[in-house]
């Protein structure tokens, strides 16, 4: 098994050699080697290294790369790339929403709320994003907005603030 590891590393090796000038090129690998496992989420994070080196004005490759280090729970790295990607694109909503999230997950809920903030100002009319931030206000305990945003979210179709505020009885 570990020869066809070290083969499989060589032919690696000798096609970056090839394509050591191709974004596309280092984002597919990166891609491959992330993986729905994440064994190999070093290989992929030095993957988008090298895209980022080559394309370093690209958001999307900083939000690849944040969401791989946010996988393996590296945050202060995962926070940098939000927070370039936003730089280099702060009329995205996605990339507030996605750091939003990881905030979250580090129980940083005044971060979170203001990223989820900062994503319904982007786009009014996503009753998902309100939803969320929903979800946050009541997470730090603060119902009545919460109600509200939840009752945006259902005004603008969006069928899981029904369902939150039924079970919830927040009508």
Not at 21 to 35: L, P, T
Not at 50 to 70: G, Q, T, V
Not at 140 to 161: C, H, S, T
Request: charged fraction near 25%; aromatic fraction near 14%; charge should be negative.
């Amino acid at each position: 098994m570990a020869g066809e590891r070290e083969l499989a590393q060589a032919d690696y090796a000798r096609a970056v050699a090839l394509e050591s000038g191709d974004v596309a090129f280092f984002v597919q690998s990166a891609q491959d080697f992330a993986g729905p496992d994440g064994y190999w989420l070093d290989a992929a994070i030095a993957n988008y290294d090298r895209a980022i080196e080559l394309d370093p004005n690209s958001p999307d490759l900083y939000m690849a790369r944040a969401e791989l280090h946010a996988r393996q729970r590296d945050w202060y790295p995962a926070f940098d790339d939000y927070g370039y990607a936003i730089l280099r694109d702060p009329y995205n909503p996605e990339y507030y929403i996605a750091r939003a999230r990881a905030y979250q997950l580090i129980n940083d809920d005044e971060a979170a709320l203001a990223d989820f903030t900062a994503a319904v100002e982007l786009a009014p009319d996503n009753g998902e994003y309100y939803y969320m931030r929903g979800l946050a206000y009541s997470t730090m305990g603060q119902e009545l907005a919460a109600r509200e945003d939840l009752l945006v979210a259902e005004a603008l179709g969006y069928e899981q603030a029904t369902y939150r505020l039924d079970i919830f009885g927040q009508r």
